[in-house]
């Protein structure tokens, strides 16, 4: 079974601080993502990467960097916390398949919450 | 138009009924297709994935797909409780390397 396992399940800092999620997955997957999820927002993609040290923005990379120095670990920074990063986070994994990426699968998640 | 839209919802279906939830897409290149079921607090988990025009059945789950008309729909069947979930549909685009959530459709399963 794919496994992705994420840091922390719930974290609490305060506004201004440095943030470090970390995401680990077992399959060697080439492809690696960060999400935050809201209410009614639905799965928002912050970064996602290829590759080792490849790194692509998605919808919403503001406030946020990412690091992938090896292919089983990619981690989320938050260089300043705000409250308005307050938000379920989720890491998931993927491959590549003939047909282009294959389904995805999901850590547990961490909630943040910054105050 | 959003990549995938699918209705808000809430569905409420009572226990033993067929809940149908629906999802439609804008690229008419898209690929693959999958059907995820999220918990209140919990991560999405995958539970259908489909690839091809016509039904695809694993249990109590039935998923349709129709590229002609950009819409991929998942069945349950006998619906149980344990089905009230968020179920997310996602798609791969036609590029390849893009992968779209939609928002979610909020299933209540009545005892």
């Known amino acids: 079974d794919v496994k992705v396992t994420q840091s922390s399940r719930y974290l609490v800092k305060r506004t201004g601080e440095k943030v470090f999620l970390e995401c680990v997955q077992d399959?060697?997957?080439?492809?690696m993502f960060w999400y935050r999820q809201d209410p009614g927002l639905g799965l928002r993609l912050i970064y996602f990467?290829?590759?080792?040290?490849?790194?692509e923005k998605g919808d919403i990379p503001e406030g946020y960097s990412v690091s992938r120095e090896k292919k089983e670990r990619f981690s989320l920074i938050l260089e300043s916390a705000s409250t308005n990063q307050t938000s379920m986070y989720l890491c998931?994994?993927?491959?590549?398949?003939?047909?282009?990426?294959?389904?995805?699968?999901f850590g547990p998640g961490t909630r943040l919450t910054v105050l | 138009q959003k990549e995938v839209e699918q209705n808000s919802g809430p569905l409420s279906v009572p226990e033993g009924a067929i809940a149908s939830l629906n999802c439609t897409y804008s690229?008419?290149?898209?690929?693959?297709f999958f059907w995820y079921r999220q918990y209140s607090g919990k991560s999405p988990e995958l539970i259908m994935s489909?690839?091809?025009?016509g039904d695809k059945e694993d249990g109590r789950f039935t998923a349709q797909l129709n590229k002609a008309s950009q819409y991929v729909s998942l069945l349950i069947r006998d619906s149980q409780p344990s089905d009230s979930a968020t179920y997310l549909c996602?798609?791969?685009?036609?590029?390849?390397?893009?992968?779209?959530f939609g928002t979610g459709t909020s299933l209540t399963v009545i005892p």
């Open positions: 990467s290829y590759d080792v040290k490849m790194k």
């Open positions: 489909i690839y091809s025009n």
């Open positions: 399959m060697d997957h080439e492809n």
């Open positions: 998931a994994s993927s491959t590549i398949t003939s047909g282009g990426w294959d389904e995805q699968f």
């Open positions: 690229d008419r290149g898209s690929q693959s």
């Open positions: 996602a798609v791969t685009m036609n590029t390849g390397n893009q992968f779209y």
